[in-house]
């Protein structure tokens, strides 16, 4: 038999972990801890000490074993061996003739006695100890704590009571062996590792990192979305000014366009338009706007200026002026001549004087001919 094999075909396990152990009473001036409690939590306290000084020891046995060449000797194994294989691995050891490897085997069997030793001890004082619940998948402490004190004839008020008073572990890995103590209203609950492959105290600290873990990861989630918020914010922020900043141009946009369509207008009304002064005809001559010849036609004096024809009718709306002897300082209206000279009467427009001659009724024949053009109405009475 080889000597892997052999090994192999001996190993045990033995799981002791650091114990979570709490106490609670149903006195109200505080707990009375009883002699049975603190005996209890002194064994555990030892069993505690031996494990972990065992866990040292069976780490060091397996580096080992694994030096020696023995493979397939799982973390956390450690070898028990009968008398018989161990004279025959001592015997090994006799006709081994590499020293150094003489000397690791040696090491192996000396672990193993101080493994078995512990083992021993350990055994012992479980033997005292109250038989223990082994968790099993989704079994929660809690649960199983109101379950043995009701199974202990307390009431489930009474027992909620006495468990809220205590901590309880939030999450249990299949293998833990749960401890619970309960006299003379005192009761007492502890975790150990038992078979699980981890301990209660790195169970807890596995946990405790995995919610730091996912609240880090939320804190810088959130402070991701926060800084997004913020850009969004800022682009909102420059969203919004540009909006305002098209909305003032739209305005200025609008009131150009409608002070260009009113100039427009302006000018389509100008330029559809008769622009035009009424007057007497001697004060229209001595204000030098137009000229009297004695055999022509009435013709543009040196005033001719755009300042003096004030007046205007728009030809799209209308084809006809009236003009009334007391608009020109006169009684009555006897003439009316029409200046320039070019415009032909009863061609280019008509010209009606009313019986009582206090009006004069000019209708535009040619409209067209008049637009954007400056005449002189000059009256004679």
Same mark, same amino acid.
């Given at each position: 038999?080889?000597?892997? %094999?052999f090994l192999k075909s001996f190993a045990g396990a033995l799981?002791?972990?650091?114990?979570?152990?709490?106490?609670?009473?149903?006195h109200k001036k505080g707990p009375e801890e009883p002699k049975?409690? %603190?005996?209890?939590?002194? &064994?555990?306290?030892? =069993?505690?000490?031996?494990?972990?000084?065992?866990?040292?020891?069976?780490?060091?046995?397996?580096? /080992?074993?694994?030096?020696?060449? =023995?493979?397939?000797?799982?973390?956390?194994?450690?070898?028990?061996?009968?008398? $018989?294989?161990?004279?025959?691995?001592?015997?090994? *050891?006799?006709?081994?003739?590499?020293?150094?490897?003489?000397?690791?085997?040696?090491?192996?069997?000396? &672990?193993? @006695?101080?493994?078995?030793?512990?083992?021993?001890?350990?055994?012992?004082?479980?033997?005292?100890?109250?038989?223990?619940?082994?968790?099993?998948?989704?079994?929660? !402490?809690?649960?199983?704590?109101?379950?043995?004190? %009701?199974?202990?004839?307390?009431?489930?008020?009474?027992?909620?009571?006495?468990?809220?008073?205590?901590?309880?572990?939030?999450?249990?890995?299949?293998?833990?062996?749960?401890? !619970?103590?309960?006299?003379?209203?005192?009761?007492?609950?502890?975790?150990?590792?038992?078979?699980?492959?981890?301990?209660?105290?790195?169970? *807890?600290?596995?946990? %405790?990192?995995?919610?730091?873990?996912?609240?880090?990861?939320a804190v810088a989630h959130g402070e991701k979305l926060q800084?997004? =918020?913020?850009?969004?914010?800022?682009?909102?922020? &420059?969203?919004?000014?540009?909006?305002?900043?098209?909305?003032?141009?739209?305005?200025?946009?609008?009131?150009?366009?409608?002070?260009?369509?009113?100039?427009?207008?302006?000018?389509?009304?100008?330029?559809?338009?008769? !622009?035009? #002064?009424?007057?007497?005809? /001697?004060?229209?001559?001595?204000?030098?706007?137009?000229?009297?010849?004695?055999?022509?036609?009435?013709?543009?004096?040196?005033?001719?200026?755009?300042?003096?024809?004030?007046?205007?009718?728009?030809?799209?709306?209308?084809?006809?002026?009236?003009? @009334?002897?007391?608009?020109?300082?006169?009684?009555?209206?006897? @003439? #009316?001549?029409?200046?320039?000279?070019?415009?032909?009467?009863? $061609?280019?427009?008509?010209? #009606?004087?009313?019986?009582? /001659?206090?009006?004069?009724?000019?209708?535009?024949?040619?409209?067209?001919?008049? /637009?954007?053009?400056?005449? #002189?109405?000059?009256?004679?009475?």
């Amino acid at each position: 038999m080889t000597l892997n %094999r052999f090994l192999k075909s001996f190993a045990g396990a033995l799981a002791v972990a650091a114990l979570s152990f709490t106490l609670a009473c149903n006195h109200k001036k505080g707990p009375e801890e009883p002699k049975e409690f %603190r005996d209890i939590a002194e &064994k555990i306290g030892e =069993v505690d000490k031996l494990g972990q000084k065992a866990q040292a020891i069976n780490q060091d046995q397996t580096q /080992k074993l694994q030096e020696a060449g =023995v493979t397939g000797i799982r973390p956390g194994e450690t070898m028990q061996l009968t008398e $018989e294989q161990k004279k025959a691995l001592e015997e090994r *050891i006799k006709t081994e003739k590499n020293s150094s490897y003489q000397a690791l085997l040696q090491e192996v069997l000396d &672990k193993d @006695k101080e493994i078995k030793t512990l083992n021993e001890q350990i055994a012992k004082i479980k033997a005292q100890l109250p038989k223990p619940e082994v968790a099993r998948e989704n079994d929660n !402490h809690y649960t199983m704590a109101l379950r043995y004190l %009701r199974k202990r004839g307390v009431s489930e008020t009474e027992a909620k009571r006495l468990i809220s008073r205590v901590n309880v572990m939030e999450k249990l890995a299949p293998g833990f062996e749960i401890y !619970h103590f309960y006299t003379n209203g005192v009761y007492g609950t502890w975790v150990s590792q038992g078979k699980a492959r981890i301990t209660p105290n790195d169970l *807890i600290r596995e946990e %405790r990192e995995k919610i730091e873990g996912e609240r880090d990861t939320a804190v810088a989630h959130g402070e991701k979305l926060q800084d997004e =918020v913020n850009d969004l914010l800022s682009q909102k922020a &420059k969203i919004t000014s540009e909006i305002e900043g098209l909305r003032t141009e739209k305005a200025k946009l609008i009131d150009d366009m409608n002070a260009l369509s009113a100039t427009n207008e302006q000018q389509k009304a100008k330029l559809n338009s008769l !622009h035009y #002064v009424v007057g007497s005809r /001697k004060q229209l001559e001595t204000d030098g706007v137009i000229i009297v010849p004695v055999f022509a036609k009435d013709r543009a004096g040196k005033n001719w200026t755009d300042s003096v024809f004030n007046k205007a009718l728009d030809l799209r709306a209308s084809d006809t002026l009236v003009i @009334k002897a007391s608009d020109v300082g006169l009684a009555k209206i006897g @003439k #009316v001549s029409v200046v320039p000279g070019s415009y032909v009467k009863d $061609e280019h427009y008509s010209l #009606v004087i009313s019986e009582d /001659k206090s009006t004069a009724t000019i209708k535009f024949l040619t409209k067209d001919r008049f /637009k954007n053009d400056k005449v #002189v109405f000059a009256v004679t009475d």
